[in-house]
């Protein structure tokens, strides 16, 4: 038992699923927040033992599964949304604790809620911190990524509500600020604050350089700030857009429109037009928060 922040932790044993940015980065918060925590972190490739090591955790590395779940009372599920599934029915067939609770990191809920709860019914808790980066893999890690970020759980009609208030205290004990949401919901919310940035960083870096990357030498901080995360992960974010892809559609939808606005107001010269989504966006924006 430890005590964080005003917040108890009472997991008997924390095992996370995969090594990367966000495995590794919930391994180094617990480890800082409660050293004497049974904690594990599994990988299928024996080549994670060595990022692990580097990271001052490699004592908490198991390749086998059945070793690494055993015992837990929290599983957290690091890995891509596709590979989630699979998984869940190997941990099934090695066994799980009785009291084991199952969540996750993904950036898509619905389909993964669907499927890992036909598996194994509320006791999966969906749950998604909204931290991160461009920048991927153990190397990247950092103990402090949870902190003041949004995490979005995605209870269903089959969570017991003492199930999804522990998976809660989970992300609450690392700083997370807790929100609730649908698992339709939720895909649909990020999709708006996520997915579409993320493409629309992609398409302006091909728009911009695609046939002439020599304009680079003359980028600024303007360039590198809307362009930053189109640096992420091809694989791990073609997964995400496949996964959420009827709620990405709609925000193309929406894109097109706004586009449509803004070709419309050049071409006709619209100068009023032009200034007022300008200005509409200028005060969109600004309600952002500082973090």
């Given at each position: ?12 044993k924390v095992a996370i699923l995969g090594p990367g940015l966000l495995g590794g980065s919930l391994a180094l918060a617990l480890r800082a927040r409660v050293p004497q ?73 619905r389909p993964v809620v669907e499927e890992l709860q036909g598996l194994i019914g509320g006791r999966f808790v969906g749950s998604h911190p909204m931290a991160g980066s ?158």
């Amino acid at each position: 038992m430890a005590q964080g922040a005003g917040l108890m932790f009472l997991e008997r044993k924390v095992a996370i699923l995969g090594p990367g940015l966000l495995g590794g980065s919930l391994a180094l918060a617990l480890r800082a927040r409660v050293p004497q925590l049974p904690l594990c972190l599994w990988a299928r490739r024996q080549s994670a033992a060595a990022e692990v090591q580097a990271r001052g955790l490699g004592d908490c590395f198991e390749a086998e599964l059945g070793a690494a779940i055993a015992g837990a009372s929290m599983i957290v599920l690091c890995t891509p949304i596709g590979s989630m599934a699979s998984l869940v029915r190997q941990m099934v067939e090695v066994g799980l604790e009785g009291d084991a609770l199952v969540t996750d990191v993904g950036s898509v809920k619905r389909p993964v809620v669907e499927e890992l709860q036909g598996l194994i019914g509320g006791r999966f808790v969906g749950s998604h911190p909204m931290a991160g980066s461009e920048r991927t893999g153990m190397a990247a890690a950092r103990a402090d990524l949870f902190e003041k970020a949004a995490c979005i759980l995605t209870p269903t009609q089959l969570n017991a509500a003492a199930d999804v208030q522990r998976v809660g205290a989970f992300w609450e004990f690392l700083g997370a600020r807790l929100h609730e949401l649908t698992p339709q919901a939720h895909d649909e919310a990020v999709a708006r604050i996520s997915h579409l940035p993320h493409l629309m960083a992609v398409l302006t870096t091909l728009a911009a350089l695609e046939g002439d990357e020599a304009v680079l030498r003359f980028s600024a901080g303007g360039f590198r700030d809307t362009t930053r995360v189109a640096a992420g992960d091809p694989t791990l974010w073609r997964g995400i857009l496949e996964g959420n892809r009827a709620a990405v559609l709609a925000r193309l939808d929406a894109v097109e429109l706004a586009l449509g606005q803004f070709r419309q107001a050049l071409q006709q010269g619209n100068t009023d037009l032009l200034e007022q989504r300008l200005a509409r966006a200028q005060e969109l924006r600004q309600r952002l928060q500082a973090p």
